[in-house]
């Protein structure tokens, strides 16, 4: 019997275990994880950005979380010997059409209370000499990690206080009861006073299976990425990003310089045939079957018909991937590039085909579900586990940790 137990071993579920684990150390916690390693999916398939919060709406979970996990997470890494580099970035506009978008991000960052500066090109030069923009707005307060070296550490603390990992445990069936939670898996079965939800890819599965169904289902986008060239790495002295397109959810194609000094390019957005897919070829009939016959998908496709076919244009044309690149770097060309694991984003969208923008965690009876959480979860995952870790007191009127 756990007090608590955490379906999910990625950084947002293994942060929320931190949480619960150091405000109450007497408990007793489990992570339930189904694969052999913890982190393997969106926590171990990303560029390990840090992000400001500079394109989220003011406010938001997103823009709160990121901005103050930015600071959080520099903390953690600085306690506990984990390489980090607070490296700032650019973001670069290239045309005149973009420099009103430009000016409104620029606007939504200092709502946001981010110290961030407009530049004009010869500045711009100064801090990436290979890109060509007309503005761009520098961010001081991005920068790069290893998140799945956090996650391990994560790990490491939760251990240190008790709780228990269970790998190769994949969640069947959650029963709710007035008093306790009992979860079915291919394990045999575990008992917990409160369950949290932090499946990511199978988010909404998860919170199905525990009887709470919600007008959103989980979309799996694939981005998919190529590195530089060891001899064209130069190119990049940080991060590069375009200006977003404010009616396309994506980020568009960037460079990130990673911890280990590599340099990525991309990613671009097209919809994965299975929720874990990594690769073009990964195929899921039960996962595909649901994204087809979801109304959301198809009213979300059809106010991006453009933007869609051309993201899947480049997942199959490494000359067209590389002409976007070269909107920001000129320099680039199709041989400085070579195919990079892609990872996969879970993406909540609702039935009317909005995307659910912000992170979404719902209550239940004796369970939490943390239904979106996508980038920039990884950057504000400390603070989501804090935030979980009060909704359960107050939920659940803790004052003192629970002795079962």
Same mark, same amino acid.
């Given at each position: 019997?756990?007090?608590?137990?955490?379906?999910?071993?990625?950084?947002?579920?293994?942060?929320?275990?931190? &949480?619960?684990?150091?405000?109450?150390?007497?408990?007793?916690?489990?992570?339930?994880?189904?694969?052999?390693?913890?982190?393997?999916?969106?926590?171990?398939?990303?560029?390990?950005?840090?992000?400001?919060?500079?394109? !989220?709406?003011?406010?938001? !979970?997103?823009?709160?979380?990121?901005?103050?996990?930015?600071?959080?997470?520099?903390?953690?890494?600085?306690?506990?010997?984990?390489?980090?580099?607070?490296?700032?970035?650019?973001?670069?506009?290239?045309?005149?059409?973009?420099?009103?978008?430009?000016?409104?991000?620029?606007?939504?960052?200092?709502?946001?209370?981010?110290?961030?500066?407009?530049?004009?090109?010869?500045?711009?030069?100064?801090?990436?000499?290979?890109?060509?923009?007309?503005?761009?707005?520098?961010?001081?307060?991005?920068?790069?990690?290893? !998140?799945?070296?956090?996650?391990?550490?994560?790990?490491?603390?939760?251990? &240190?206080?008790?709780?228990?990992?269970?790998?190769?445990?994949?969640?069947?069936?959650?029963?709710?009861?007035?008093?306790?939670?009992?979860?079915?898996?291919?394990?045999?079965?575990?008992?917990?006073?409160?369950?949290?939800?932090?499946?990511?890819?199978?988010?909404?599965?998860?919170?199905? &299976?525990?009887?709470?169904?919600?007008?959103?289902?989980?979309?799996?986008?694939?981005?998919?990425?190529?590195?530089?060239?060891?001899?064209?790495?130069?190119?990049?002295?940080?991060?590069?990003?375009?200006?977003?397109?404010?009616?396309?959810?994506?980020?568009?194609?960037?460079?990130?310089?990673?911890?280990?000094?590599?340099?990525?390019?991309?990613?671009?957005?097209?919809?994965?045939?299975?929720?874990?897919?990594?690769?073009?070829?990964?195929?899921?009939?039960?996962?595909?079957?649901?994204?087809?016959?979801?109304?959301?998908?198809?009213?979300?496709?059809?106010?991006?018909?453009?933007?869609?076919?051309?993201?899947? &244009?480049?997942?199959?044309?490494?000359?067209?991937?590389?002409?976007?690149?070269?909107?920001?770097?000129?320099?680039?060309?199709?041989?400085?590039?070579?195919?990079?694991?892609?990872?996969?984003?879970?993406?909540?969208?609702?039935?009317?085909?909005?995307?659910?923008?912000?992170?979404?965690?719902?209550?239940?009876?004796?369970?939490?579900?943390?239904?979106?959480?996508?980038?920039?979860?990884?950057?504000?995952?400390?603070?989501?586990?804090?935030?979980?870790?009060?909704?359960?007191?107050?939920?659940?009127?803790?004052?003192?940790?629970?002795?079962?």
């Amino acid at each position: 019997m756990y007090d608590y137990a955490i379906v999910g071993g990625g950084i947002v579920g293994l942060s929320t275990a931190m &949480a619960l684990s150091t405000r109450y150390p007497d408990s007793k916690i489990a992570v339930i994880e189904k694969e052999s390693k913890l982190a393997e999916h969106q926590t171990g398939n990303n560029s390990g950005v840090i992000h400001s919060g500079i394109y !989220y709406k003011p406010g938001s !979970y997103k823009a709160r979380f990121a901005r103050r996990g930015s600071q959080s997470m520099v903390e953690f890494c600085e306690t506990h010997g984990i390489d980090y580099d607070i490296c700032g970035k650019v973001i670069v506009a290239t045309s005149e059409e973009e420099l009103p978008l430009l000016d409104n991000l620029y606007e939504r960052g200092l709502q946001n209370e981010l110290a961030i500066k407009k530049i004009g090109p010869e500045e711009l030069k100064e801090i990436e000499p290979h890109v060509a923009g007309l503005a761009a707005i520098q961010v001081p307060q991005a920068g790069i990690v290893n !998140y799945r070296q956090v996650s391990e550490k994560f790990a490491e603390i939760i251990e &240190a206080h008790g709780g228990v990992i269970h790998l190769n445990t994949e969640v069947m069936e959650i029963h709710e009861e007035s008093d306790q939670v009992i979860i079915e898996t291919n394990q045999g079965s575990f008992k917990a006073n409160v369950v949290i939800n932090c499946a990511g890819l199978h988010s909404d599965r998860v919170a199905k &299976a525990a009887g709470y169904t919600t007008d959103m289902k989980i979309m799996p986008f694939r981005g998919e990425y190529f590195m530089l060239k060891p001899e064209k790495r130069y190119l990049v002295k940080n991060l590069i990003y375009p200006v977003p397109n404010p009616k396309f959810p994506f980020l568009g194609v960037h460079y990130t310089r990673m911890i280990d000094g590599k340099v990525e390019a991309g990613p671009n957005a097209v919809l994965s045939f299975k929720r874990e897919g990594y690769k073009m070829t990964d195929f899921s009939a039960r996962d595909l079957a649901e994204s087809l016959t979801y109304p959301g998908l198809w009213k979300l496709a059809s106010k991006f018909v453009k933007e869609g076919l051309d993201e899947y &244009a480049r997942s199959f044309s490494k000359k067209l991937f590389t002409k976007s690149l070269q909107k920001l770097i000129p320099e680039i060309h199709e041989d400085d590039l070579v195919r990079a694991p892609a990872g996969v984003r879970a993406q909540a969208i609702n039935s009317d085909g909005t995307l659910v923008d912000d992170f979404q965690i719902i209550m239940g009876k004796r369970t939490v579900h943390v239904c979106n959480a996508p980038s920039p979860a990884a950057t504000a995952s400390i603070e989501i586990g804090k935030e979980i870790a009060d909704m359960v007191a107050e939920k659940f009127e803790v004052k003192e940790p629970i002795l079962l």
